[in-house]
C-alpha cells in the first residue's frame, strides 16, 4: 500500500492505468473505492495514470483530529508530496464536492503550476456561500459533532439521509468506519479557506466545471465559469449532488472529451 509522507502525516494512493497522470479527489466521507463503484476510474484508466488519493482524515490515509491540520496549504501540499514521490511534475486533477472544493480553494490557489488541467464536479471556488448551501453545512457539522459522542450511525442519520435518503447498504460500512473527530476538523476547516475570486483571473489551465440542476451549488458553479478564462460548465437538470455523481455514464462522456483535448499531443 503506497503512502507518500507530508511532515508526519501518510497520504494514501494508488495507481491505475497507463498515459497523461490525473490525480482523483473524492468527495466528503468518502475514499479511493468509490471511483471504482461508480465506474469513473475503469473507464478513466483505459486512457489516464490514475493517481486516486485517500484524503487525510480519510480511507487508509492518517486521520489528524486538529483543525489546523486541514489549511487548504497543508491538503494542496499532500497531493505535491505524491507528485514528489511519483516524480511527477504537473498532473491532470478531477476532483468532486469536498475534492472538487480540493481544487479551486487549495490546489488552485497554493500549487497552479502543478496542474495541467482541472475538472471540478458539484462545487464551486466560493465556498458555502447560498442559503441552502449553508443550510446543508449547518445540518452535516450537527450530525458530526452528534458522531462524536455517539459513533458515525448518529451522523448518517441526522445528515445524511435527511439530506439524500436513504444510504444505500454498500456506501453503509464504509461511511461507518469513519473517524468522526477527524471528519468533524476537516469539515469545520474548510470553512475558512479563502475563497478563489481572486485568483480566477491568474487560473488560465483549461477547466471543466459540471454540476447537477437541482444541487445547491449549481447556480454559482455555473456563475464561476464566467470569471475563468479558460472554463467550460456543463449542467445536468434535474439531478441532484450525488445523484449526477453517481451517473458516470452521463458525466464521463464529457469529462473524457475535455481530458481528450487539453492532453492530446
Request: charged share 25%; net charge neutral; glycine share 10%.
Amino acid at each position: 500500500m503506497p503512502f507518500a509522507n507530508n511532515k508526519g502525516v501518510r497520504i494514501h494512493y494508488e495507481l491505475d492505468g497507463n498515459g497523461p497522470p490525473l490525480i482523483l479527489a473524492h468527495g466528503f466521507g468518502s475514499n479511493i473505492r468509490d471511483w471504482y463503484k461508480m465506474g469513473y476510474a475503469p473507464e478513466l484508466a483505459k486512457n489516464y495514470r490514475l493517481i486516486l488519493v485517500d484524503a487525510r482524515g480519510f480511507g487508509g490515509s492518517d486521520k489528524p483530529h486538529e483543525i489546523k491540520d486541514y489549511d487548504a496549504d497543508v491538503v494542496a501540499s499532500d497531493y505535491t508530496s505524491i507528485l514528489d514521490d511519483l516524480k511527477i511534475d504537473k498532473a491532470n486533477f478531477y476532483g468532486y464536492s469536498m475534492g472538487g472544493r480540493f481544487g479551486f480553494q487549495a490546489m488552485a490557489r497554493y500549487v497552479l503550476p502543478r496542474l495541467l488541467s482541472l475538472v471540478i464536479g458539484g462545487a464551486t471556488p466560493y465556498g458555502t456561500v447560498t442559503e441552502e448551501e449553508r443550510r446543508e453545512k449547518e445540518l452535516r457539522i450537527a450530525g458530526l459533532k452528534l458522531a462524536v459522542e455517539q459513533g458515525m450511525e448518529a451522523y448518517i442519520k441526522a445528515f445524511y439521509e435527511k439530506t439524500y435518503g436513504p444510504m444505500p447498504a454498500e456506501d453503509r460500512a464504509a461511511n461507518l468506519a469513519n473517524d468522526p473527530k477527524a471528519l468533524l476538523a476537516i469539515r469545520t476547516a474548510y470553512e475558512y479557506w479563502p475563497r478563489s475570486d481572486d485568483i480566477m483571473s491568474k487560473m488560465t489551465l483549461p477547466v471543466l466545471v459540471f454540476c447537477g440542476g437541482a444541487d445547491p451549488r449549481f447556480p454559482m458553479a455555473e456563475e464561476c465559469v464566467r470569471h475563468l478564462p479558460n472554463a467550460t460548465f456543463v449542467g445536468f437538470p434535474g439531478f441532484g449532488h450525488l445523484q449526477i455523481y453517481r451517473r458516470s455514464e452521463l458525466v464521463l462522456p464529457h469529462i473524457k472529451k475535455f481530458l481528450a483535448t487539453v492532453n492530446k499531443k
